[in-house]
Structures are given as C-alpha cells and as structure tokens.
C-alpha cells in the first residue's frame, strides 16, 4: 500500500471520528518531496495557534525524505503538542528519522496491516497479540495480564504496553471492529488516543507511578474484540 492509499485510509479513520478533513483549517495536509527546516518551523508555527473551529488540531504529514534539521525543530512539537493536537507522518520508512524523533513518536508499519496479512495471525508480532488479549479482557482480566509489569515497575514495558496498544486500537478503529460496548455506527473516541498520550507523557516524567497510570488504562480503555 503507497503513501496515497495510507492517507486515505487515514482521512477516512478522522472522519469517522466526527472530525472533517476538507474545508476545516484545523486540518493541515500536505506533501512535501523533501521537508526541510523552514517546513518544519512553519509547522511549529501553526502547531503553535488555537484551533479555529473545536478543540482538536490534525497534521497530516506525507513526505518522502526530511532533513536531519527539520527533525531536531520537530523534537520539541512532537514530545509536548498543544492539548488537543495530533500528528501523522507518512514516509516510507521509519529507517530515516532520528532516535530521538522516533522516541517521541508511535511507529506504525501499515505494510504489516494490508487486508490480506490482518487476517493471517502468523504475521502478528508479540506487542500486537497482547494488546488484543488486553483489550479484549475485563478490567480485573487486563490487570492480571499486567501484573507483572506493575511488580516491576518497569517503564520501558509499560511505554511498549501503551504503543501497542494504540497501535491496536488505531487499526481496530480503521476497520471498525469494535465490541459491543462501543456503538459499532461511531469510531473509537479521540479521547482514548489523548488518554494514550498523556500516561506515554507521565510515563517519561521520573516521579511518575507506573501503578497507577496502568490501572487507570486498565479501567478505563474500552472494551474491544
């Protein structure tokens, strides 16, 4: 699947979230061959200004190469966006970004997602088979499964739980597969990738309890099969 179709399928996935992508000025697409520093302080900029028409802002970034420069000027605007702001970066391969960026950053591979190979459970990586069986458990279910996470205290996997987890919830939401306790007619809310977002924020914060923010995803996250 190329960038075009990703992005569609992307627009797609906001629009089902109630959010529109055409005529909106809080929805910012574009295609750039090469991003450069100037591109990445213009997004600052906008990234910077209230939303104009609710409280949600998009950026739909589709590029073939970015500079080493603009990344650094991305590092800030991507670990602490304004509340409310999202950002997509479609490129063909994670392979070019910085650590640093990536670490600040959930890493999607939509080759790993085509119809063909979501249904083949041989290609489901070892992230993408928990997060199904958590997201598919009860709240005391789902804490047993991470129990051990917990005991450790162990931020590096309690960052993984949460990237997979969006991961999961982003493709379930893409397919509309949703359980019974979302209306299968409305998408996940946006409200559970923000919550995603901040424990992944907290989770960076050294004085931050690894307990409590995984039993707060723990009781809170939808229910979905």
């Known amino acids: 699947e190329g960038g075009e179709g990703i992005k569609e399928r992307l627009l797609k ?22 991003f450069g520093i100037n591109d990445g302080r213009a997004v600052q900029a906008l990234e910077s200004n209230k939303a104009v028409i609710a409280d949600k802002k998009i950026f739909i970034l589709r590029v073939n190469s970015i500079t080493r420069e603009a990344q650094n000027a991305l590092l800030k605007t991507f670990e602490e966006p304004t509340a409310g702001t999202h950002f997509f970066l479609i490129i063909p391969s994670a392979n070019v970004l910085l650590d640093t960026l990536i670490s600040r950053v959930q890493v999607v591979d939509m ?32 804490l047993a499964l991470i129990s051990d996470i917990i005991e450790s205290k162990d931020k590096q996997e309690a960052l993984f739980l949460v990237n997979s987890l969006e991961t999961e919830l982003y493709i379930k939401g893409s397919m509309g597969n949703l359980e019974k306790d979302i209306n299968k007619e409305d998408n996940i809310p946006t409200e559970v990738f923000e919550s995603l977002q901040s424990t992944r924020s907290y989770l960076n914060d050294s004085s931050s309890s690894v307990k409590l923010l995984l039993e707060h995803l723990s009781v809170t996250l939808p229910r979905v099969e």
């Open 13 to 34: 996935f906001i629009e089902g979230l109630g959010i529109k992508t055409k005529g909106n000025p809080d929805v910012y697409i574009r295609e750039f061959d090469v």
């Open 111 to 142: 080759k790993e997602y085509s119809s063909e190979k979501f249904s083949d459970k041989s290609n489901e990586s070892a992230g993408s088979i928990f997060a199904k069986q958590f997201l598919s458990s009860s709240p005391a279910e789902r």
